[in-house]
T-cell receptor, first 113, second 115 residues
Framework: SQTIHQWPATLVQPVGSPLSLECTVEGTSNPNLYWYRQAAGRGLQLLFYSVGIGQISSEVPQNLSASRPQDRQFILSSKKLLLSDSGFYLC????????????FGPGTRLLVL | DQQVKQNSPSLSVQEGRISILNCDYTNSMFDYFLWYKKYPAEGPTFLISISSIKDKNEDGRFTVFLNKSAKHLSLHIVPSQPGDSAVYFCAASQRSGGSNYKLTFGKGTLLTVNP
C-alpha cells in the first residue's frame, strides 16, 4: 500500500531563516506531487505541483520554492522566511494515470516568529 | 475569486441524526468532486467522490449528491456519530494539462456531532 511521509511535524523558525520541508511517498511510482498551505481559518491553497523529476509548476507567487530531486521526493524551501509563511503545509500525491483523487500526508506546522 | 464555496463555517447535529454539508461551485469546467475530512493537526483524509456524469454516489454512511444545473453538491452522513466531528472540505477537480489534475478547495465546514 502507498504511504506518504512529511517531516518535520512541527517547526518554529525565526524570520529570515531558511526552510526545508521534505515529503516522500512509498509504494507507488511516477506520482504527481503537490504542496499545499492551510493558513489559519482558511482552506487549502495549492502552492506547487510536479509531474516528474525536476518538473515544478508554481501556482502563486511567493517566498517559497519547490524541488523534486527524486521520483518520490518533494521538497519545499525558502531562503528567508517571512512571518506570513506561518501555516500548515501539506504534501499530497496522485497516481499519474488517473489522478483526480489526491492523498495527503500528515502535514508540517510551521510557526515563523 | 472563490470558485468553491462552503457557506456554512460550522454545523452541529445530534448523534444518530443526518448531517448535511453543502458546497457550491462556479467553474463549469470542474468535472470531478471530492469530500475530505480533516482532524486538527492532521492531513485531510479522502472520504468520497463523484464524477460530473453522475448525480449520486454512496459509500456506507456517506452519500454525495451532485446537482450540475445548480452547481451544487452536498454530503449526507447518516447516521452521524461523534467520531464524525471534524472539518469537512469540498474540492473540485479539473484537468490541468497532460496527466495533471488540480483541486480547488472550499474553506471547510466544522461538523460537531453531539452525543
Amino acid at each position: 500500500s502507498q504511504t506518504i511521509h512529511q517531516w518535520p511535524a512541527t517547526l518554529v523558525q525565526p524570520v529570515g531563516s531558511p526552510l526545508s520541508l521534505e515529503c516522500t511517498v512509498e509504494g507507488t511510482s511516477n506520482p504527481n506531487l503537490y504542496w499545499y498551505r492551510q493558513a489559519a481559518g482558511r482552506g487549502l491553497q495549492l502552492l506547487f505541483y510536479s509531474v516528474g523529476i525536476g518538473q515544478i509548476s508554481s501556482e502563486v507567487p511567493q517566498n517559497l520554492s519547490a524541488s523534486r530531486p527524486q521520483d518520490r521526493q518533494f521538497i519545499l524551501s525558502s531562503k528567508k522566511l517571512l512571518l506570513s509563511d506561518s501555516g500548515f503545509y501539506l504534501c499530497a500525491w496522485t497516481n499519474r494515470g488517473g489522478g483526480e483523487t489526491q492523498y495527503f500526508g500528515p502535514g508540517t506546522r510551521l510557526l515563523v516568529l | 475569486d472563490q470558485q468553491v464555496k462552503q457557506n456554512s463555517p460550522s454545523l452541529s447535529v445530534q448523534e444518530g441524526r443526518i448531517s448535511i454539508l453543502n458546497c457550491d461551485y462556479t467553474n463549469s469546467m470542474f468535472d470531478y468532486f471530492l469530500w475530505y475530512k480533516k482532524y486538527p493537526a492532521e492531513g485531510p483524509t479522502f472520504l468520497i467522490s463523484i464524477s460530473s456524469i453522475k448525480d449520486k454516489n454512496e459509500d456506507g454512511r456517506f452519500t454525495v449528491f451532485l446537482n450540475k444545473s445548480a452547481k451544487h453538491l452536498s454530503l449526507h452522513i447518516v447516521p452521524s456519530q461523534p467520531g464524525d466531528s471534524a472539518v469537512y472540505f469540498c474540492a473540485a477537480s479539473q484537468r490541468s494539462g497532460g496527466s495533471n489534475y488540480k483541486l480547488t478547495f472550499g474553506k471547510g465546514t466544522l461538523l460537531t456531532v453531539n452525543p
